[in-house]
């Protein structure tokens, strides 16, 4: 997005829209075996990856907050605090890793679905709120922690930014029959 870009907020609500939709479907449809099936290119199971994915719009609500408070400070502070936090990556990868792992033993893909759908509605309610300044406000950020996170990201960056994490994890699911990625399929 960058700073000084204007925001498509019906184009994010579609991204929810959709993402929601694909979640929905992946979850009607995918048996218990296949839950457990590893993914490709992660060490999770699918079931492991599907909460990874509903947490990358848990997470977004937090670091809403976050870039909230420190776009309101003096940008040598964020990116102090980026810096101290990429120092960390080790920990953090650690906890990245083991969250889904036990958040799927206790979470059943149905109340991920439904926690999907109140997290996105709360997103969505939240960017309707926002004014076009609060969405150029932001902050740095650990570029280490995520591929998706660039060195400086503004509100209007985070609405975006679970969906990106969204859509490159569904193509690492191996929901399908044949075992494989997802690949670029699109539920409708």
């Known amino acids: 997005m960058g700073e000084h870009a204007a925001m498509d907020r019906q184009a994010v609500r579609d991204d929810y829209a959709r993402a929601r939709q ?6 009607d449809t995918a048996s218990p075996g296949r839950l ?3 993914s490709d290119g992660t060490r999770w199971t699918n079931r492991q990856l599907l909460w990874h994915m509903l947490f990358g719009y848990i997470i977004a609500r937090v670091l809403l907050v976050v870039a909230g408070a ?3 400070l003096p940008r040598c502070l964020s990116r102090g605090f980026a810096r101290l936090l990429d120092s960390g990556t080790k920990p953090f990868d650690l906890v990245n890793y083991l969250g ?5 033993r206790v979470v059943s893909p149905q109340r991920m679905a439904a926690v999907f759908d109140q997290v996105t509605g ?5 960017l309707a709120a926002e004014s076009d300044a609060d969405l150029a406000r932001g902050m740095h950020y650990p570029v280490r922690w995520d ?4 060195d400086f990201m503004t509100l209007a960056d985070i609405y975006h930014y679970p ?3 969204f859509d490159f994890h569904h193509r690492q699911l191996t929901l399908n029959s044949g075992g494989g990625p997802q690949g670029e399929a699109v539920v409708s």
């Open 22 to 27: 694909t979640f929905h479907a992946l979850v």
């Open 36 to 38: 457990d099936r590893p």
């Open 70 to 72: 420190f776009g309101r």
């Open 100 to 104: 889904p792992c036990g958040a799927a």
């Open 122 to 126: 709360a997103l969505e309610r939240r």
């Open 147 to 150: 591929p998706f996170f660039k």
């Open 163 to 165: 969906t990106q994490h």
